[in-house]
């Protein structure tokens, strides 16, 4: 099995282990349909039950893995740059700043550099996400409305 590269918080699947990463994908949703739950085995035969918030996790991880996408491993209250909170909302930095400028996204300084809270990025998202839903609903209720409207 070969060693995957966490410096960094980054985990990237070996392409060698691709089948075996997908096998266990497979497997992982298996039980989580028939079970909802899982138990690890130790070496000596000893279980142990994973609690459901890991086991979600463990589905997270190895669904991407399988699909060879890498993973950002951090804990909610890191602190990132402009560029890593604009890439993860994937816009431009200039955009992000203009957010923070705003208000929108709390941020403080270290030095002459913003840090945000992943916490307070992620949060954004799903306001963001909330509101773009609220707004297509909106749409879809007008345009049933109108003459001619989707219906």
């Known amino acids: 099995m070969a060693a995957t590269e966490t410096r960094d918080k ?67 209250e890191e602190e990132l740059t402009s560029q890593q909170a604009a890439d993860l909302l994937r816009v431009s930095r200039p955009h992000l700043v203009k957010l923070l400028d705003e ?15 992943l916490e307070d990025v992620l949060a954004f998202r799903r ?3 909330e509101e773009r839903r609220e707004k297509l609903d909106e749409l879809g209720r007008l345009s049933e409305n109108f003459e001619g409207g989707y219906r």
């Open 103 to 117: 208000g929108r996204i709390p941020f403080h300084r270290v030095g002459t550099h913003r840090r945000v809270r």
């Open 127 to 129: 306001r963001r996400s």
């Open 10 to 76: 980054l985990v990237t699947p070996d392409p060698a282990e691709a089948q075996v990463i997908a096998r266990l994908n497979a497997e992982i949703d298996e039980i989580y349909r028939e079970h909802g739950e899982a138990r690890l085995v130790g070496p000596d035969g000893e279980t142990i039950g994973i609690p459901g918030s890991a086991f979600e996790a463990l589905r997270l991880v190895v669904d991407a893995m399988s699909k060879g996408q890498t993973l950002v491993l951090a804990p909610q």
